[in-house]
């Protein structure tokens, strides 16, 4: 069993769903203290961080991930036990594989890997880990890096261990994610009998042409890195119950995800425009879930790309798409920010994995990485 393998394993049988970290931060911190790392936990409330960095010269490359996993759901719906990692027809199996336990011990097992074979390497190697991301991500990542940037850190590069690829290992990385911002429409009416329409004012009815131009709206046209930004409504709400009434009031949620080309600003005014435009009575509730970060082709892509396409022969495309991540933290204090892991197909699923067969190259691209930015 390789060690990269063997070490994801012992990851995966943690049940560390979130905020709850079960000591895999611990069993990361012991093999990187024997490489000569500095460890640092950081604990926030229930959150556990880790900061751990072996050297203090330029440039600083950072791997970053989480040690948390969602929920695994109904157990008796797996084919095996979400936190008994379990291999079979090629493949291994446990909440955590693709997201991102595996990503983690590839990442570990490089930087032995190479600090072992460049004892004097220049620069610096950090991990920035947490138990935060899958949850509300306040107490993690966030935290981490509001800490660095008081102490004056500098990041230069960092590599998160997201599960980027699409149908092979490699075929995609991440230099960006869109921007998530939701909305909680409440619009008011005049609750009464059904009969008596005349005496009510039906806010469902009110709201109805307003949802159309919501959907029917070009928000921006995206940009070369980013698709245009899109409004989805997830949920409507509205109504006693009773067929003979007429609700008096109806809630809205949509979310937009942005792309660079729009701002958060820029997307409120003109909901707020639209919806005074069609005479609503309705109040607005805001939750910006994370802004539009983007690293352009540079050193780190093409340092990714290229190990990429050294250890598997592919072409990685370069994408923004999919959800946010703990990188919009991360970009606000280091200049070069991707994501790059295993295919993301089962991840949040039952049944979660990872083939075995892109393990080791996974670790081997990463190690690659080091090699081309810190030799």
């Known amino acids: 069993m390789s060690r990269t393998l063997a070490l994801a394993r012992q990851l995966i049988a943690q049940d560390s769903v979130t905020p709850d970290d079960r000591g895999c931060q611990s069993i990361l911190a012991s093999h990187l203290t024997a490489l000569g790392f500095d460890c640092e936990h950081m604990q926030s409330g229930a959150v556990s961080n880790l900061w751990a960095r072996k050297g203090t010269a330029a440039p ?59 004892p004097a390497h220049r620069g610096s190697i950090a991990f920035l880990l947490t138990s935060d991301e899958e949850g509300p991500a306040t107490n993690g990542t966030a935290e981490v890096c509001k800490t660095l940037k008081q102490r004056g850190v500098q990041l230069d590069y960092c590599l998160v261990g997201e599960p980027s690829s699409t149908t092979v290992l490699g075929d995609m990385i991440k230099n960006g994610r869109r921007g998530s911002l939701t909305g909680r429409l409440t619009v008011n009416g005049v609750q009464g009998h059904i009969a008596y329409p005349h005496l009510a004012d039906n806010p469902i009815h009110a709201a109805l042409p307003a949802m159309t131009a919501l959907t029917q709206e070009i928000w921006d046209a995206g940009n070369e890195y980013y698709s ?51 005479g609503l009575d309705y109040q607005l509730r805001w939750t910006v879930g994370g802004q539009p970060f983007l690293t352009p082709r540079g050193v780190l892509s093409d340092a990714v790309c290229d190990a990429i396409r050294a250890e598997t022969g592919l072409k990685a495309a370069l994408s923004t798409s999919g959800g946010t991540s703990d990188g919009r933290f991360i970009a606000q204090i ?33 190690r690659r990485t080091l090699e081309l930015l810190l030799l």
């Open 228 to 278: 245009p930004t899109s409004l989805q409504i997830s949920n409507i709400n509205g109504g006693t119950g009773a067929g003979n009434v007429i609700p008096g009031q109806m809630t809205l949620d949509f979310n937009f995800r942005f792309s660079s080309a729009s701002t958060v600003e820029s997307l409120q005014q003109r909901v707020h425009a639209l919806l005074d435009r069609h």
């Open 334 to 366: 280091c200049p070069q920010v991707i994501e790059f892991g295993p295919p993301s197909a089962s991840i949040h699923k039952i049944d979660e994995h990872v083939e075995l067969r892109f393990i080791e190259p996974l670790t081997n691209i990463y």
């Open 60 to 118: 600083l490359m950072v791997f970053a991930g989480h040690t948390d996993v969602v929920p695994s759901g109904p157990h008796d719906q797996w084919q095996s036990p979400p936190f008994v990692p379990t291999e079979r027809g090629g493949k291994l199996y446990g909440r955590g594989a693709a997201d991102m336990k595996t990503s983690l011990a590839a990442m570990l097992e490089a930087t032995s890997q190479f600090c072992r074979a460049h």
